[in-house]
């Protein structure tokens, strides 16, 4: 039997808050973390490396926990990085184990196996969505609206990005009714720039999370990627928790 990925003292690579909370908010992080497990050791990277971007949504966890306490809301971390295997991408992809993260070659990637890409699936990525599955099933009766949450980096291949934070959708879906209720909110909150579709866009092609466990089950969803240097810090997650936990409620009385 092959040796496994996840020592028995190694975190979990799920983090659930508040699983009973009364929040019809789902949320879910699935670029939380950046941990590594020991037997790969730094996958060939520099320490500064693992703290950029290409590792993890910086700041996104400390988002995430405030919001879902001052909703009363379920959330689901991933601990490890996306470097290990990105858990918004369909695992089969050759983009959910990266050789190449923006312009950094990740050198632990390189020459896997489907063994070993089948290892990370089974011990990271599967207990991930299958907590988010099972969750949702429980919560099946339950009004419940699902939130992706996501950051992203000010400058991507040494271009500048001067959108603050975006609210993502397929424009495919039948249901867009919850994330340009929020494009309206943010917008109107008159001190912020926000995209729409903007930095990135939903697609069956690029992503996995919002696909399967929104558009699949025909919740009600949204993406929200909030720019990192406004979360880096403590005092700017708290300020964007506030400001979600505030928008959110009124989303959720104009969809209804």
């Known amino acids: 039997m092959a040796q496994a990925l996840l020592a028995a003292d190694e975190p979990s690579p799920v983090r659930m808050l508040r699983p009973d909370g009364a929040s019809p908010f789902f949320l879910t992080a699935d670029h939380a973390g950046r941990a590594i497990p020991r037997r790969l050791g730094d996958l060939g990277l520099s320490a500064g490396d693992l703290e950029r971007h290409i590792a993890w949504d910086i700041g996104i966890a400390g988002v995430t926990e405030r919001l879902a306490a001052a909703l009363d809301a379920t959330a689901v971390l991933q601990t490890y990085s996306r470097l290990m295997i990105d858990c918004n991408r369909d695992p089969s992809w050759i983009s959910a184990i990266p050789t190449l993260s923006e312009s950094t070659r990740i050198p632990g990637n390189e020459d896997l196996t489907e063994a070993d890409r089948d290892q990370r699936r089974r011990e990271i990525f599967t207990p991930y969505h299958a907590a988010i599955t ?52 943010l917008r109107a909150e008159g001190d912020l720039v926000i995209g729409d579709n903007e930095p990135y866009a939903i697609t069956d092609a690029s992503d996995y999370t919002v696909p399967v466990h929104g558009e699949a089950r025909g919740l009600p969803h949204v993406e929200i990627e909030i720019r990192q240097d406004l979360i880096a810090d403590a005092a700017g997650q708290a300020a964007w928790a506030d400001r979600l936990a505030r928008l959110l409620p009124r989303a959720l009385q104009a969809l209804r």
């Open 134 to 185: 099972e969750q949702l099933d429980f919560r099946h009766q339950r009004p419940t609206l699902l939130v992706a949450m996501h950051s992203f980096t000010p400058v991507f291949k040494g271009v500048g990005r001067r959108v603050e934070a975006g609210v993502l959708y397929n424009p495919n879906d039948r249901d867009l009714r919850l994330p340009h209720i929020m494009l309206e909110l």
